[in-house]
């Protein structure tokens, strides 16, 4: 098949053949028609991620139809239309037991455990625990965009910070994580105001639902900016870029008894950022991590876009071809367009 493959980190990934997977018994080979590029790929190419091994596909955001399935697997078929979370559970631990597959102790990510999706075929393991059945309603290059950031973004919202209609929701930062946060507490009923340092992606974050934007670059401080707009602060208050100034700046923008949602990733040097310990103890603040969603929380994200109060196309950015990702990996912390970038072309 062909793939996007990198030999050494940081170098320019090539295009080549490589032998098509193989189904573990527990697992599916699912043949991709659209696949996300998002900053995780970039930072594991980076080696800001310990678990990869060379040489490597990235790539975890993704839709298909099942090629090959493992002799294990009872409730999925070869031609079955479906997606993954990024996080997939083992199905057997305590964690997954709990229902918790989302920090599975021993799970599997495409694109950084083993080979991703930035190729014709990929793996995915323990399929009747990790897969989801798409509706025919939803086309694979939005599926594809819902499997990482989306879904991410929902569980923060709804699962972790329980947001409820006329709650105040700040999100600091408009990437893909962010516009999605946006749009998932909006269709909820809060009040949201986004912030980021580019007017384009403001734009967006506006016409998705913002109630209001700000500009960090056009503020002295945005924590107090927030904070005279909510008079007061924000009940939950989003990472959704994930660096020490937007973490710090969430924490600072809470009304007491806040909740702080970490979904960015702080990774390398920026992993441990000075959290104001002192603000979390006077004002009684919850800080909370959200890592994925799990496959069975699909169903009410599904729902709520089969209904209309969820519309995922609207994040979608421009579609490339296999041989364009290439530079749209490599180039992601100079070039960040708008929107979720989807390979269509394989
Ligand atoms: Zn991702
Ligand atoms: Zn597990």
């Known amino acids: ?39 995780s ?18 790539g975890h955001e993704f839709a298909g139809i099942i090629e090959a399935v493992g002799k294990n697997v009872q409730g999925f078929k070869v031609g079955d239309r479906v997606t993954v979370p990024f996080v997939s559970g083992c199905g057997s631990c305590p964690e997954c037991h709990g229902g918790n597959h ?24 323990h399929a009747d625990v990790n897969l989801v059945t798409l509706p025919e309603t939803i086309d694979f290059t939005t599926a594809a965009s819902l499997g990482c950031r989306f879904v991410t973004s929902f569980r923060a919202v709804v699962d972790q910070g329980k947001v409820s209609a006329g709650q105040w929701v ?10 999605s946060a946006i749009m998932i507490a909006n269709s909820i009923g809060a009040n949201v105001i986004a912030v980021d340092v580019t007017d384009d992606k403001l734009e967006l974050a506006k016409a998705l639902g913002a109630y209001a934007t700000i ?11 927030i904070k005279e707009i ?31 949602v970490q979904v960015g990733l702080l990774l390398a040097e920026q992993a441990t950022p000075p959290i104001p310990m002192n603000l979390v103890i006077a004002h009684e603040l919850e800080i909370i991590g959200s890592h994925g969603m799990q496959a069975f929380r699909y169903d009410a994200m599904l729902a709520m876009i089969k209904s209309g109060k969820l519309s995922p196309e609207k994040l979608l950015g421009q579609t490339i071809s296999l041989e364009e990702s290439i530079a749209t990996l490599t180039n992601m912390d100079k070039i960040n367009p708008p929107g979720v970038t989807i390979v269509t072309h394989f």
């Open 41 to 58: 790929d970039w930072h594991g190419w980076m080696r800001h991620d310990p678990d990869i091994v060379l040489p490597h596909v990235p």
């Open 170 to 179: 700040a999100v600091h930062g408009c990437g893909g994580v962010g516009l």
């Open 215 to 225: 500009n960090a670059t056009n503020v002295a401080d945005v924590a107090e900016a």
């Open 102 to 125: 989302q920090v599975c102790g021993n799970q599997t990510q495409p694109g950084f455990t083993h080979w991703g999706s930035f190729a014709e075929y990929v793996s995915i393991h």
């Open 230 to 260: 909510t008079r007061g602060g924000a009940h939950v208050s989003i990472d959704a870029l994930g660096h020490p100034t937007t973490c710090i700046n969430s924490i600072k923008s809470l009304k007491k008894l806040g909740k702080h």
């Open 1 to 39: 098949m062909k793939a996007v493959v990198y030999e050494s980190f940081s170098a320019t990934p090539k295009i080549m053949n490589v032998e098509d997977p193989t189904p573990e018994n527990h697992g599916v080979v699912i043949k991709v028609e659209a696949t996300g590029v998002c900053r």
